[in-house]
């Protein structure tokens, strides 16, 4: 759902283009001082958890926040350094199982209890959404979503909180928060939903098979300095001639169109747009990439990466697949990996290219999007070893060691 897409932007593929909105916030616990280590600590429970700064991560609304790692690089936190509190959070088990111990309830219950222990106004939220997500050698894990709505139109406003939980274990392995923010709009929209729709119909011109909208409050143009913005989100899809997809956002005073998402993948069998690996780095603008982000499904984690050289082998890897890399620890295993190259282009709009790798089929889609639009670029075949690879890479620069037993 649009809802559960919005929360996870920040740290999931689908989440690329907002790395995080960074909002003065209340929690009901203490802390004497403004430690981020000490704050990351009180958060998880563990008062030896050991942990090390990492490079900090910039947010498109221009604000910063601290980043740490957990010594074996398994843990991920992010820190607001205005107010010293955890914005996310990324604790995949130390031993994932595949068999579920605890029931959706449990799920729920632990989930609530872990929030309300840390967030003042917890009980104001309330949950929009909800499901199960199956990482298969990572288990499965429950998912939770809450927010405030506000107005007749129950209108999501800033404060967002979405959790999941581990079902073999009951731990909590990821967490988001976008704060609260003090609404300064009207948020009774005067374009209805239907208007919105309409809009956005007269736009995608083809076939409409299925239509939502949800109403949410943002900043405009992602840019908190140019105010708030009271948006009808429009999601439409079709089916003819073939799957297709986009997102308007829309002024819910004026019914003007703010942006457009859209992806209109051709997974099919016909030669792709690009005919070679090589031929689509060489169009793109990989090489000038400044920052990759990297997950893994199976195992539950995630990892940044800023280091220049990595992001150059990481390249160099795709412009030659069957390249010999050294052997590590992980190079038996195969998982299906999506990472995700930051750069910008001549005109210095953001570029993100992913790849995705699937170890099944052994191919690789790669999708290039900008703020407005998502293009699929090309599907390619590549030797068994290219998941090894990636591993081999991250291991390399003790970057992400991924769990073996």
């Not at 392995?173 to 005067?190: A, F």
């Not at 070679?276 to 990759?292: G, P």
């Not at 893994?296 to 697949?321: K, R």
């Not at 290219?353 to 900008?370: G, Q």
């Amino acid at each position: 759902m649009e809802t559960i897409t919005k929360l996870k932007l920040i740290l999931i593929f689908l989440m690329l283009a907002i790395i995080g909105a960074i909002f003065l916030f209340q929690t009901n616990k203490s802390v004497a001082e403004n430690d981020p280590v000490a704050i990351i600590r009180q958060f998880t429970g563990k008062s030896n958890l050991s942990l090390e700064q990492t490079s900090n991560m910039a947010s498109p609304l221009g604000e910063q926040v601290v980043t740490y790692n957990t010594t074996d690089k398994r843990w991920l936190f992010t820190v607001d350094t205005a107010s010293y509190q955890v914005l996310s959070a990324i604790m995949p088990p130390v031993n994932p199982s595949t068999k579920q111990s605890i029931s959706r309830d449990d799920a729920y219950n632990i989930a609530k209890s872990f929030i309300s222990e840390r967030i003042d106004g917890f009980d104001k939220l309330e949950l929009i959404d909800e499901g199960s997500i199956d990482h298969g050698a990572g288990g499965i894990v429950f998912s939770f979503s809450w927010a405030e709505q506000l107005g007749s139109q129950k209108a999501m406003g800033f404060h967002c909180i979405n959790i999941d939980i581990d079902a073999g274990t009951g731990a909590v392995t990821n967490y988001i928060r976008l704060p609260p923010v003090p609404v300064t709009i009207d948020v009774e929209p005067k374009i209805s939903r239907d208007e919105a729709i309409a809009i956005a119909q007269e736009q995608f011109k083809t076939v409409v098979t299925s239509s939502d909208a949800q109403l949410s409050l943002w900043w405009k143009d992602n840019d908190r300095s140019k105010g708030q913005v009271l948006r009808w989100e429009v999601s439409l899809t079709s089916d003819d001639p073939i799957m297709r997809n986009k997102i308007y956002h829309i002024d819910a005073y004026t019914g003007t169109i703010l942006n457009v998402f859209g992806a209109n993948p051709v997974l099919t069998d016909e030669l792709p747009p690009v005919a070679t690996i090589q031929e689509y780095v060489e169009k793109t603008y990989l090489k000038d990439s400044y920052q990759i982000n990297i997950d893994i499904f199976q195992l539950n984690q995630g990892v940044t990466i800023q280091d220049s050289e990595v992001i150059t082998e990481f390249i160099q890897l795709l412009l030659d697949p069957s390249q010999e890399i050294e052997q590590s620890d992980s190079s038996g295993l195969i998982y299906d990996v999506v990472f995700v190259f930051q750069s910008k282009s001549t005109d210095g709009q953001r570029i993100e290219v992913a790849v995705r790798y699937d170890s099944i089929k052994n191919e690789i889609l790669m999708f290039t999007s900008s703020l407005s639009s998502v293009q699929y670029s090309g599907r390619y075949s590549v030797p068994e070893t290219f998941g090894k690879k990636v591993f081999a890479i991250l291991n390399a620069h003790n970057i992400l060691v991924p769990n073996n037993q």
